[in-house]
């Protein structure tokens, strides 16, 4: 399955499952064992694009982050959202546009929002 997630919170906690949730279906077939796993896109928006700074206590998001695109999810972030805050892309977080969150809704089978 294509499975979109499109993450807009600043909340450490929020990203860190919504991160989390992304790895387990990178690793599950959807029958509840392991398998070959799920295409993963993960899209950053508003206060998500911040995501890189929200490692609180246990709430190790860049870790999750990091998993994510070793095991073959990948990350937008919004390039309007990242401009507005004077920052940029990153090798993690790569500039992203209005046309990336598009065509992963498009081409998604689920899509998923926190």
Do not use: H
């Not at 690793?27 to 899209?43: L, Y």
């Not at 490692?55 to 937008?76: A, Q, Y």
Request: with cysteine; glycine share 14%; charged share 30%.
């Amino acid at each position: 399955m294509k499975l979109g997630i499109v993450i807009y919170s600043g909340d450490s906690e929020t990203v860190w499952n919504a991160f989390r949730f992304g790895n387990f279906a990178l690793q599950t077939d959807g029958t509840g064992g392991d398998g070959e796993g799920n295409e993963v896109k993960v899209f950053l928006l508003g206060r998500g694009v911040e995501c890189e700074s929200l490692d609180k206590g246990k709430f190790r998001v860049t870790e999750e982050m990091r998993k994510l695109v070793e095991s073959g999810g990948e990350i937008f972030a919004c390039g309007s959202c990242l401009k507005i805050r004077q920052s940029e892309g990153s090798e993690l977080c790569p500039l992203s546009t209005m046309r990336d969150l598009y065509e992963i809704v498009a081409d998604c089978e689920k899509v998923v929002t926190f």
